[in-house]
């Protein structure tokens, strides 16, 4: 099971406001993906896994968060690889890596209500001329959160469960299950925010 993301601390990390953090992020975000440079993702990658080490959490619990990822960034890279040259793939998996990082960073350090108190105040010039319901995207957000533990969690029991009938890991096997319950929990959050509506 995944772990809650935040961790209580009182890191120089921690004690940042919620908006200036996501603002970091927002711009290391876009500085991420302007750079080619392996080296220099290797330095954001270095500073990036520097943030969450200074985070004080566990390397067993940090292991636990992103061991999922380990695989998405080996098939990233072989196909890049393939068809980019494996410079590019390299760059890729540093800049993926990097930016996974600083998330990580951001979210063991900051209370989820933070950031969406956060996200919900920088939406609501956007609700006064009637682009958004800064409510509503604050809720799909919270709720959305709230069930990344639950998309984990199923992985785990529908692999599980192909391990007993002698599937082994095979990706069909495991996908097609887990994107049937991934779409219907999307629609009780989809109704769920519809309910909310005045």
């Not at 951001?106 to 209500?113: A, Q």
Request: glycine letters at 8%; hydrophobic letters at 60%; charged letters at 15%.
């Amino acid at each position: 099971m995944m772990e809650p993301l935040y961790v209580a601390g009182q890191t120089p990390l921690h004690r940042l406001p919620a908006w200036l953090k996501l603002a970091a992020l927002i711009a290391a975000g876009a500085g991420l993906f302007m750079l080619r440079d392996p080296r220099w993702l290797a330095l954001a990658f270095a500073v990036a896994a520097g943030l969450v080490w200074s985070t004080g959490v566990a390397a067993a619990a940090v292991w636990r968060q992103l061991q999922g990822l380990i695989w998405v960034l080996l098939a990233v890279a072989l196909f890049t690889g393939g068809f980019q040259g494996w410079v590019e793939a390299l760059a890729v998996v540093l800049r993926v890596g990097a930016m996974v990082g600083l998330a990580l960073a951001v979210t063991l350090s900051t209370r989820t209500s933070d950031l969406i108190g956060v996200c919900e105040r920088a939406l609501i010039p956007f609700e006064r001329i009637g682009l958004v319901d800064a409510s509503k995207v604050a809720l799909a957000l919270a709720l959305a959160l709230r069930f990344i533990p639950e998309i984990w969690r199923n992985f785990q029991e529908i692999r599980e469960a192909q391990a007993a009938r002698g599937l082994g890991a095979h990706p069909i096997a495991l996908i097609v299950p887990l994107i049937v319950l991934t779409l219907k929990r999307a629609q009780e959050v989809a109704e769920a925010i519809d309910a909310r509506s005045p």
